[in-house]
């Protein structure tokens, strides 16, 4: 069984930083791509960075150069380094690994990150 487990979420000011982690179970890392979507109110989920099991990455435009992914396929977990936080990237975070053979996805549970004064 697959699970997806997000921390690091909350509140933060503009122009601060903040860290997301997923602890991934029941995969082997390597053959997954792992990222991170976002869904702010009223919007559709979005990706907004994945790293493949090649170890390319790729990053929404509105946030490279900002955001960070990393992956660290012992541990099974990724990582989301995100700094310089603006009151748009508010949104719920979750974690998706894909099977790079079958395209299967799985979903964390997602966790709140707040940008506001």
């Known amino acids: 069984q697959v699970q997806l487990v997000e921390s690091g979420g909350g509140l933060v000011q503009p122009g601060g930083s903040l860290r997301l982690s997923c602890a991934a179970s029941?995969?082997?890392?390597?053959?997954?791509?792992m990222g991170w979507y976002r869904q702010a109110p009223g919007k559709q989920r979005e990706l907004v960075a994945a790293?493949?099991?090649?170890?390319?990455?790729n990053y929404a435009d509105s946030v490279r150069g900002r955001f960070t992914i990393s992956r660290d396929n012992a541990k099974n977990t990724v990582h989301l380094q995100m700094n310089s936080l603006k009151s748009e990237d508010t949104a719920v975070y979750y974690c998706?690994?894909?099977?790079?053979?079958?395209?299967?996805?799985?979903w964390g549970q997602g966790t709140l990150v707040t940008v506001s004064s």
């Open positions: 998706n690994v894909q099977n790079s053979w079958s395209k299967r996805d799985y």
């Open positions: 029941g995969i082997i890392a390597r053959i997954y791509t």
């Open positions: 790293a493949t099991s090649g170890d390319s990455t």
